[in-house]
């Protein structure tokens, strides 16, 4: 069974421009989810598909951030325009039911650099 | 507000001592308790989690971790480390009521096993 898969792997931006993030969750997983990780700091929610719809957005820290999951299978995560702060490691990760003790299944990371 | 402390950002230990790598967490109510490791180059990769009883639980790879409700912690430990167990570990909790979702994260404790 293929894991979750993020791309690009790595992304060099300048600020002002624009980026786009891809997460595909493992197959049959109706929940996915959007983490970023900041300058070696904690891991932190940015929000929460449950198939197509947002189910928490919580996270999300303004609104140069846009996710979206048309069709419920993959999700992307744009920024426009990105800002040196939006530097950082950005996960995604899936899970077959929503809540409980289910462990989420995460992919490798999409490192964002703003110059 | 909620919140993961590991109190350390780098444990090091040599190879065949045990380890354990500490995590506490102020949460509400009694949450789901995970750690996850990272490999570097490597997606988060869940270990162990704690739901309810047994105040003892393993994991993979020889892990184990304890689960002290008074102290609220849930500290990581292994008998005998070896090289190969050198990588980021981060402690995580999640609410237990049925809509919860979002894990929050600790911000990673860096172990260094030296032959």
């Known amino acids: 069974e293929a894991g979750v898969t993020q791309f690009p792997s790595h992304s060099v931006i300048e600020k002002g421009q624009t980026v786009t993030l891809r997460c595909d969750p493992i197959?049959?997983?109706?929940?996915l989810y959007w983490y970023r990780r900041v300058m070696g700091k904690e891991i932190k929610f940015l929000l929460h598909?449950?198939?197509?719809?947002?189910?928490?957005e919580s996270g999300m820290p303004n609104n140069r951030f846009l996710a979206e999951r048309t069709g419920g299978t993959y999700s992307t995560l744009k920024v426009q325009p990105a800002e040196l702060e939006d530097s950082g490691v950005y996960f995604c990760?899936?899970?077959?039911?929503?809540?409980?003790?289910?462990?989420?299944?995460f992919g490798p990371g999409t490192r964002l650099t703003v110059t | 507000a909620q919140s993961v402390a590991q109190p350390e950002d780098q444990v090091n230990v040599a190879e065949g001592n045990p380890l354990t790598v500490k995590c506490t967490y102020s949460?509400?109510?009694?949450?789901?308790l995970f750690w996850y490791v990272q490999y570097p180059n490597r997606g988060l990769q869940f270990l162990l989690k704690?739901?309810?009883?047994?105040?003892l639980v393993k994991g993979s790879y020889g892990f184990e971790a304890e689960f002290n409700k008074s102290q609220t912690s849930f500290h990581l430990k292994k008998p005998s480390a070896l090289v190969s167990d050198s990588a980021l570990y981060f402690c995580?909790?999640?609410?237990?009521?049925?809509?919860?979702?979002?894990?929050?994260f600790g911000s990673g404790t860096r172990l260094s096993i030296r032959p």
């Open positions: 990760a899936s899970s077959l039911q929503t809540g409980g003790p289910h462990e989420q299944y």
């Open positions: 197959s049959g997983h109706d929940n």
């Open positions: 598909f449950v198939k197509e719809s947002k189910q928490d």
């Open positions: 949460v509400s109510g009694n949450p789901y």
């Open positions: 704690y739901i309810t009883g047994d105040n």
């Open positions: 995580a909790v999640r609410r237990t009521y049925s809509s919860a979702s979002k894990i929050i």
